[in-house]
């Protein structure tokens, strides 16, 4: 028998969904691309939200910041649910590697009392910063316009919980476990006056209205001040004293951080580059936010680095300054 093997090839008809077609042309899409454009609910609403009448339950009015496209406030990234929790699975095993190494050895109980007291009451409280950064970007979530920036906002509320935990997991192994370092922590961010300036700023961004702002106030201002502060500064101050321990622990925080400054630098770029008014708007908010961070923080500066804080502080500020100013926001 004779067996004629051939190969065929059929053109299909499109290459993608019309609507990324209308876009980016009929050829295949990433992943990024389906998951993300033009997914964002605009017609056929039931009704107006009780809460806010004049409105849309979603609406790109809630922001004064104006786009031809919201779908251009894109995530260089290009995370979806898939590619996301990917990346924070293999992160995740490579810090838990970490922690047990610390524990099994003990590290953190190994370094002197008085460090041990001030990690647990100037770094462990920040678990409650996370927590309320957690709750802005939850805001974006909820009341931003586009798949673009609502599906990075909420993959961050997730990323700011983690936080959370990875600095009570800090608290943990400083305390064997019994939890006393994290009523510590608490009582710290809720008594202490060093701290409450912050926590005022923080509970300011709870009742801001405008989810852009929000953005800008939260993971553009407060993260740029507060991150190199507490978790490169403060550790680059313990180990020239006490060796590497706890860089073990705040090494993925400063990681996540850089990571995301890329996700935050694009969005903001993008939306003062779009218009003169619209760059108005982001400088006002980044001056304002700016100001009251940088005041909020200088008490625990000056905790953390005594007669050196003021200094730290404004070196830290003047990076940020750089940072606003490649991003065309003056």
Do not use: C
């Not at 700016?290 to 953390?304: D, V, W, Y």
Request: no cysteine.
């Amino acid at each position: 028998m004779h067996v004629d093997i051939r190969t065929v090839n059929v053109k299909p008809l499109r290459n993608t969904f019309d609507h990324l077609a209308a876009r980016f042309g009929d050829k295949a899409a990433t992943r990024y691309q389906e998951a993300t454009f033009d997914v964002q609910p605009e017609t056929n609403f039931h009704y107006k939200p009780l809460w806010d009448p004049e409105r849309e339950i979603f609406d790109k009015r809630r922001t004064a910041i104006v786009m031809k496209d919201f779908y251009a406030l894109k995530d260089p990234r290009q995370f979806f649910y898939g590619s996301y929790t990917m990346t924070r699975a293999k992160q995740q095993e490579a810090l838990d590697g970490h922690m047990q190494f610390i524990e099994k050895r003990d590290l953190m109980r190994h370094l002197p009392e008085d460090v041990q007291n001030a990690i647990i009451t100037l770094l462990v409280p920040m678990r409650h910063y996370e927590w309320g950064a957690n709750m802005a970007n939850a805001q974006i979530a909820a009341y931003g316009w586009g798949t673009a920036i609502t599906q990075a906002a909420m993959m961050a509320t997730m990323d700011r919980l983690g936080m959370a935990q990875h600095l009570s997991r800090l608290g943990l192994l400083l305390d064997g476990n019994q939890g006393t370092s994290l009523q510590t922590a608490k009582t710290e961010w809720t008594d202490n006056p060093a701290f409450q300036p912050l926590r005022n700023r923080v509970e300011d961004i709870f009742v801001t209205k405008d989810w852009f702002e929000t953005m800008v106030a939260q993971n553009l201002v407060a993260d740029a001040l507060v991150y190199p502060l507490f978790f490169l500064h403060y550790d680059n101050r313990v180990i020239s004293m006490h060796g590497q321990a706890l860089s073990l622990v705040l090494d993925y925080m400063m990681k996540w951080y850089q990571e995301t400054s890329k996700w935050v630098d694009a969005v903001v770029k993008t939306a003062a580059a779009e218009s003169p008014e619209n760059k108005a708007l982001v400088a006002g908010w980044i001056a304002k936010w700016r100001g009251g961070f940088a005041e909020a923080l200088a008490p625990l500066s000056a905790r953390m680095f005594g007669a050196d804080g003021d200094a730290v502080l404004a070196e830290i500020v003047a990076a940020f300054d750089q940072r606003v100013a490649k991003l065309g926001v003056v």
